[in-house]
């Protein structure tokens, strides 16, 4: 499912009932959690197309959910292990709940778009 977006990977699973498996219990920080969600959900999209502003380097370490992550708990101080706030950042995501403003999101003062 290379290339899918968000949406599109979301949307069967959504519609089946089907959850995405939980991380193994094991302390980790916010920083590296990422990589446990890709491991678990290898075919999740990364989004991380995003190039450096200062380099025009791509970061592929700036994935979809490094930023999500960053975005739940520092941006809007969510705690981490309640799957209802989970819930509230995934709708932010989609524009279902609250509205996610560039300026705040993880990443918007090193990121910039790649030219096509």
């Known amino acids: 499912m290379a290339g899918a977006t968000l949406r599109e990977w979301l949307a069967p699973r959504c519609a089946s009932g089907q959850s995405p498996a939980a991380p193994a219990q094991r ?3 916010p920083n590296q959690v ?3 969600v890709y491991e678990k959900l290898p075919d ?3 989004e991380n197309h995003y190039v450096l ?3 025009g380097e791509v970061d592929a370490d700036n994935t979809l959910m490094r930023r999500s992550i960053r975005y739940h708990i520092f941006v809007k101080s969510r705690p981490p292990n309640y799957r209802l ?3 509230l950042t995934l709708a932010d995501y989609l524009d279902a709940n609250e509205f996610i403003s560039e300026s705040i999101y993880p ?5 910039g ?3 096509r």
């Open 107 to 111: 990443g918007h003062d090193l990121l």
């Open 27 to 29: 302390r980790i920080g």
């Open 113 to 115: 778009e790649k030219w």
């Open 53 to 55: 502003r200062e380099t």
């Open 44 to 46: 999740l999209p990364k």
């Open 34 to 36: 990422w990589r446990v």
């Open 85 to 87: 706030d989970w819930k």
